[in-house]
Nanobody
């Protein structure tokens, strides 16, 4: 079992920046496949970025070039750097993970059995 805890969500102005963190604990001795999702009010949960075990990084078209995902394997932490966020980036951001190889599309919620509780990001 894997536990995920997100942090770093806050209210930020357009043109600002913030970094979200996701700390993994539990069964993390094997490599994790990890991703970030977000969900705005009355919208479906959207996959925005992921790092697979191979090191391959994926981004959704809506965030490519603006958001940057990275990981610290030693700290078992996933990050999402948000530079110059836009109001449309306002959402609850969720961290997700799978143990071993990810099987499925990076943006599919079914790819990840483990989820964090979410952290709110508001851009105005």
């Amino acid at each position: 079992h894997v536990q995920l805890v997100e942090s770093g969500g806050e209210s930020v102005q357009v043109g600002g920046s913030l970094r979200l963190s996701c700390a993994a604990s539990g069964n993390t001795d094997t490599t994790l496949c990890m991703g970030w999702f977000r969900q705005a009010p009355e919208r479906k949960r959207e996959g925005v970025a992921a790092i697979y075990q191979s090191g391959t990084i994926y981004y959704s078209d809506s965030v490519k070039g603006r958001l940057s995902v990275s990981r610290d394997s030693a700290k078992k932490t996933l990050y999402l750097q948000m530079d110059s966020p836009k109001p449309e980036d306002t959402a609850v951001y969720y961290c997700a993970a799978a143990v071993g190889w990810c099987v499925g599309a990076f943006r599919a919620v079914t790819t990840y059995p483990y989820w964090g509780q979410g952290t709110q990001v508001t851009v105005s």
